[in-house]
């Protein structure tokens, strides 16, 4: 459709009485209140980029197609049902011939209470606008939803008796009705009238049908629910040419025959939906829990979330994996992360999107770009375990990447990497939010059903494009006297359960994004503790600003508080439910330390540094070994302060084993000394040296000897250093100076990062303030466009401006101002753009008039000599 069409159902009359139906969506829209205004633009959010000038432009802007689709898309099902009812509806239609379309000639109370407010959300959204007695779909939504053989209707019916024999030769058509038995006209179009006016007269249509071969009633039973196009043969079964005679098959091929709508609506009843569906279905409830189970089960969730993101950039707290030249972890990378934390690899990446997400973690830009945590994981470590929670969910809630999609493809084919680019999917934080909303809808405790909120979910935003239609289908045999053979193959292939539309019907319901969304959600919900064992915690409620002690209605944000002060409220519930931190362990004869809960920092940091950890759950099981001591000694401790650090925090006495390792490896410790030559090793104990130089695993360090108790290495320190240690050795090293260098655990951190901006996949949503101003300006600007003039001397033509001459124009203004009129200007401003102006001058001076604007609705300031002309305002306008 082009603009020219879209501004005729857009264009404003001249003149429009009081009281009378609208004539056009523009017309439509100038009898709404400010509320209902506000009302569409809130729905429609893209109709305000910009700022329609008045009411005709929005009009227009409303019947193009991306806004149209856009607000498809948004409708639950029985509203896009409404409106697929609507487009195979004459146009207009009065409100009972569309709900006869639902409802047939039996009557549905549910349809009944429901299709009010589907059509009323129709009209509000400026899909549907006129009144009950002439209701209209907008021209744009009648194309894209009307059945056609490129694009089936979802409803399953095809084109009208009308469409369908608009290609058919006159004779043709009279021969149809001399065989249906009506009388023969003068011209194609009262032909193809009377052939329709047959087809929806219910007692005779049924006398028609009477007297078809049970063969043919066969056929029409497979085709009516749709699709309604059919594959013929070259010499079609008799059942088929039975009900091609009396038009009951229309040929739109030489080889494809349809069947025509009016022929369906009747075999149907007269309803246009197999299964309408004006009743969202319950979310219900698989399990019930008592409440304090579940908000302890999502406080452990919780709890056990904090622990792998500290663990996994604690890990990296040193630098971690290379950054791809396209972006993103490589898959050997991703591997190794998920062994570290001992989880999978899609759980990995979950907890990788989620630091990313949070802005704790990110790229160091470096030449050799690599991972590492971020200055603002340091800060959010020093908050209280309710709060880190806090923060993780506000930052998931929000997100658009999509941890589910790694390892998946995209587009092109190209495997999606974690941290990596083509995650973003706008529709993730909605679908976030509703699914926690449907799940408060359940009685605390209550453990949802997937299945329910699955379709539930596909009842609010059913899916478009999924139209009951596919390949024509075989309708008739072939060869002459294949009765029998046509008949039983009178529609092969699927049924018409088949059909998956708007209704959502037919087996094996596509996997949208939006259904795995869902279930991506559900499993993230548990791994974060918002919900436990299925049901929403307490905390949870909190985020979403739903009531604690009952469940909120569908769609209530209670509010809209802001998402920082709910995580707060969030946080203040869950603090009391996490377990408390400890600050003590249990040293044990085997080398082993037992933490019986979460360590407070200090005490988990030393002790991270001193032994390895064993295991991990309930409580963490570290181990002390050789190494893990001699990184102790390298951090700077002594083995003194080591046995006083253990003492002090032991609930059981320092165990001889443990104490023994300890001094073992500090009398071993530093007895090799390391520098930088390139490198050296030095000992007081020349036969230490002349070990290491016989042992043949130190022929990679390159050593010599330089001295009785030096040795020369073609290797750099660190290298040497570690090559020692894996020999055995508990070697230092040391300053120029000769001083030991302490090694302590310095955290590498990348530069300062902004968290990851959202995408999304429009405008978002306008504040009060801002829908406030544009209803203002649009009313203002229709207010000018719409003022009737004085028919001016020179006639203006529609839309052009108003041309007098710098005279004319000064003594009008200056009248106007006098008098405390109104008039009509033409202006063009500095960057040359025209445009049209009501205005009441106040003041007339200096080369300036002063006034105020209608169209901007305030006061403003113009140059004379900017203004191309100036015409009077009708009486009755001013």
């Known amino acids: 459709m082009g603009i020219g069409e879209l501004d005729r159902e857009a264009h404003v009359p001249e003149e429009t009485g009081a009281g009378t139906a609208p004539r056009t969506l523009a017309e439509a829209l100038r009898a709404r209140g400010d509320e209902g205004l506000s009302a569409l633009l809130r729905a429609r959010p893209d109709l305000l980029n910009p700022v329609p000038n008045d009411l005709t432009q929005l009009a227009t802007r409303a019947g193009t197609r991306g806004s149209v689709v856009r607000a498809l898309e948004r409708l639950d099902r029985f509203a896009l049902q409404t409106a697929e009812a609507l487009a195979v509806a004459p146009d207009p239609v009065p409100y009972p011939v569309l709900l006869a379309l639902f409802t047939g000639a039996e009557g549905d109370p549910e349809i009944e209470a429901a299709l009010p407010g589907a059509v009323a959300l129709l009209r509000e959204q400026a899909l549907v606008w006129g009144e009950d007695d002439r209701l209209r779909l907008v021209r744009t939504a009648r194309e894209l939803l009307a059945p056609s053989a490129q694009h089936p209707s979802p409803t399953g019916l095809g084109p009208t008796v009308a469409e369908a024999t608009a290609g058919m030769s006159p004779g043709r058509v009279q021969e149809i009705l001399a065989t249906a038995g009506l009388a023969a006209t003068h011209d194609p179009v009262s032909a193809v009238a009377a052939l329709t006016e047959l087809f929806t007269d219910r007692s005779r249509m049924g006398a028609l049908l009477d007297g078809a071969p049970p063969e043919a009633l066969a056929v029409l039973d497979r085709l009516v629910w749709g699709p309604p196009y059919g594959e013929v043969t070259a010499n079609p079964a008799p059942p088929v040419g039975w009900l091609r005679d009396r038009g009951l098959l229309l040929p739109v091929s030489p080889r494809t025959m349809v069947l025509p709508r009016e022929v369906a609506l009747h075999l149907r009843g007269g309803r246009a939906h197999r299964t309408p569906e004006p009743v969202a279905p319950p979310v219900g409830a698989a399990r019930d829990y008592r409440p304090q189970v579940v908000d302890a089960a999502a406080a452990g969730q919780a709890h056990a979330a904090l622990a792998a993101v500290e663990e996994l950039l604690k890990s990296w707290e040193q630098g971690g994996p290379q950054v791809l030249r396209a972006g993103g972890m490589s898959v050997r990378d991703l591997k190794r992360t998920a062994a570290a934390l001992d989880v999978t690899e899609q759980l990995a990446a979950f907890w990788l999107e989620l630091c990313f997400g949070a802005g704790l973690l990110a790229s160091d830009g470096e030449a050799d ?12 470590l020093d908050l209280p375990p309710a709060e880190r929670w806090a923060r993780l969910v506000s930052s998931w809630l929000v997100a658009t990447r999509t941890a589910g999609l790694v390892g998946g493809q995209d587009a092109k084919g190209r495997t999606l990497a974690a941290l990596g680019p083509d995650l973003d999917r706008a529709p993730a934080p909605e679908v976030r939010h509703r699914v926690l909303e449907l799940l408060a809808t359940l009685p605390p405790g209550a453990a949802v059903d997937p299945e329910t909120l699955f379709a539930r979910l596909r009842w609010e935003r059913p899916l478009r494009g999924a139209a009951a239609g596919g390949p024509p289908r075989p309708v008739g045999g072939a060869g002459a006297g294949g009765s029998g053979g046509g008949a039983r193959g009178a529609v092969a292939g699927a049924g018409p359960d088949g059909a998956v539309g708007s209704d959502g019907s037919g087996p094996g319901a596509p996997d949208d994004l939006r259904s795995r969304l869902a279930r991506w959600t559900l499993a993230e919900a548990e791994l974060l503790g918002l919900t436990g064992r299925g049901a929403l915690a307490a905390p949870a409620r909190a985020l979403l600003n739903l009531p604690l002690a009952e469940a909120a209605p569908a769609g209530d944000h209670g509010g809209g508080v802001e998402l920082s002060v ?15 931190a400890v600050d003590h362990v249990l040293l044990q004869a085997d080398l082993t330390a037992v933490a019986p809960g979460p360590l407070q920092r200090p005490l988990a940091d030393a002790l991270a540094v001193l032994a390895d950890v064993e295991s991990k759950g309930g409580a963490t099981v570290y181990r002390f070994t050789p190494g893990s001591v001699r990184r102790a000694l390298d951090s700077g401790r002594s083995a003194s302060e080591l046995r006083d650090f253990l003492t002090a925090h032991s609930r059981t006495p320092l165990p001889q084993p443990l104490a023994y390792l300890i001094d073992d490896v500090a009398r071993r410790h530093g007895h090799l000394r390391i520098g930088a030559a390139s490198a050296y090793v030095r000992c ?12 043949r695993r130190s022929t990679a360090l390159g050593l010599r000897r330089l001295a009785p108790t030096v ?29 030991v260098l302490i090694t302590r655990a310095d955290a590498y951190r990348t530069p300062a990062r902004r968290v990851p901006v959202p995408v999304t996949d429009g405008p978002p949503a ?13 009313r ?9 003039k004085k028919e001016p001397a020179a006639p203006v033509a529609a839309g052009d401006l108003p041309r007098t001459s710098a005279a004319e124009t000064l003594a009008t203004v200056q009248a106007a101002a006098l008098t405390g009129s109104a008039v009509w200007i033409g202006y063009v401003n500095a960057e040359g753009a025209a445009s049209q102006r009501v205005i009441a001058p106040v003041r007339v001076e200096g080369g300036f008039v002063t006034g105020y604007d209608h169209t901007a609705d305030g006061m403003r300031t113009y140059p004379l000599h900017r203004i191309t002309g100036v015409a009077e305002l009708a009486d009755d306008q001013v």
């Open 369 to 380: 770009e690599r991972y590492a945590p971020t200055p603002a994981y340091d800060d959010w």
């Open 566 to 580: 709910a995580a707060g409220r969030a946080a203040t519930l869950l603090a009391p439910l996490l377990p408390e």
């Open 684 to 695: 007081d104990d020349d036969a230490v040296l002349g070990e290491i130089l016989a042992d």
């Open 711 to 739: 040795l020369a290495a073609q290797t750099d320190p660190t290298s040497l250093l570690e090559g020692l240690r894996a020999m055995g050795y508990a070697p230092a090293a040391e300053s120029a100076e000769g001083d």
């Open 766 to 778: 306008p504040d009060a303030t801002l829908l406030g101003a544009a209803v203002k300006a649009i």
């Open 780 to 788: 203002a600007g229709d207010r000018a466009a719409t003022a009737v």
